[in-house]
């Protein structure tokens, strides 16, 4: 079966291993070790690493369609966003009567801003399976639309990504508004709990970081079973010669419209993981800029690997997180400069220097095939 498949990879094998290893081991320090031991793990860095995780399960999945497939998106942080404000409008709902106004049903904001009843698009995500199952088709009723009208009239190359930046920046001025009933400007917030456990309890905190370690175990083992079928083979071949695929009868169309709708989804996923852990869910996630910096990530880990894709997430929010505590004005040109000097100087990222050195001879090949894409 396809979706077994990858359990037969040994680099999918040793990946899923050290995920699972790191992530006990975080969570048998914070639970075992004193607050004073040197190796304790404290519930603030769980929570940390738990949005680490997050933002890993993004860039497999714009690893997924940029890598692999050729298209460059600059707007999954919107199908991330819309994940996230799925989950945050069913947290919003579990608040109830304990809000500042009391109000059973509304939401604060909603009473604030002084609306006189809940909108039809917050029916039903005081249910939690719907809000879960909104956090997938949200994001992949999206991406349907919008890579439907896009492949359909092959809009490839420099202007999709323009077109997905375009997106993304359309849905960051709309849920700005406050018309729109998400909060506006101040987005979602003061979340109390999911599922009935609190969510400033360590208990909770820890199960978060346990389930998005899960999600990045999946996400990652999905994109793998992908990757490796006869359909991920056209993907390869769309991404290298795309009219040449297109004349052997093949509906390059279709193939592009599947992989951007699960990895849309995928993006959700991860956006619907972060919200509760970080505690609040605003317009600026739909940030053109936030987008960019997903491909950042993948571009140093190096695309069309992967697991690539997660080393630069975790290394470049691990840099940001020091970095902006030291010298927070100075993030964005570091970024910048990071960038550049990848570009220039690792051309397939930090996966591809490893393998050049664990595998010099069989590598070759290889970068000559990705610098094609």
């Known amino acids: 079966m396809w979706l077994t498949r990858p359990f037969n990879e040994r680099s999918t094998l040793i990946f899923v291993a050290v995920l699972v290893a790191v992530t006990a081991l975080v969570v048998a320090s914070n639970l075992w070790l004193p607050s004073g031991h040197a190796l304790h ?21 714009v690893d997924l369609v940029w890598g692999y497939l050729g298209i460059l998106s600059l707007g999954h942080g919107a199908f991330f966003a819309l994940g996230g404000y799925a989950m945050g409008m069913y947290l919003m709902r579990q608040i109830g009567d304990r809000g500042v106004y009391g109000d059973p049903v509304m939401p604060d904001f ?69 018309e729109m009933g998400f909060g506006g400007n101040n987005g979602l917030t003061d979340f109390k709990d999911l599922l009935g456990f609190n969510l ?33 083979r056209v993907c390869v071949a769309v991404r290298d010669a795309e ?6 009868g093949y509906r390059v169309e279709r193939y592009q419209l599947f992989v951007f709708v699960v990895s849309a989804m995928l993006a959700g996923v991860a956006g619907a993981l972060y919200v509760p852990q970080v505690g609040i869910i605003n317009p600026s996630e739909f940030s053109p800029l936030f987008s960019i910096e997903i491909v950042v990530w993948v571009a140093l880990g190096g695309r069309a ?16 997180s020091v970095f902006t505590g030291v010298m927070p004005e100075a993030w964005l040109f570091a970024l910048g400069a990071l960038f550049v000097l990848v570009t220039v100087m690792l051309p397939n990222g930090i996966a591809g220097l490893f393998r050049r050195r664990l595998r ?7 970068v000559a095939g990705e610098a094609h894409a």
């Open 41 to 61: 793990v404290s519930t603030y860095t769980v929570t940390l690493l738990g949005k680490y995780l997050c933002y890993a399960l993004l860039a497999v999945a």
């Open 110 to 178: 909603m009473v604030f801003l002084d609306w006189e009843s809940l909108p039809w698009y917050w029916q039903g995500f005081d249910m939690a399976w719907f809000a879960f199952v909104l956090v997938l088709l949200a994001p992949g009723i999206l991406a349907l639309v919008f890579g439907f009208l896009a492949f359909r009239s092959r809009v490839t190359g420099v202007y999709l990504s323009i077109i997905t930046q375009a997106l993304t920046f359309a849905l960051m001025l709309a849920f700005f508004r406050n």
């Open 200 to 232: 400033t309890s360590t208990s909770t905190r820890l199960g978060l970081f346990i389930a998005s370690g899960v999600a990045l175990a999946l996400g990652y083992v999905l994109c793998r079973a992908i990757v490796a079928s006869k359909l991920g």
């Open 243 to 248: 009219s040449r695929t297109r004349f052997l």
């Open 305 to 320: 690997t992967l697991y690539g894709a997660v080393i630069g997430a975790l290394a470049v929010n691990y840099a940001k």
């Open 360 to 366: 010099p001879s069989r590598d070759k090949p290889s």
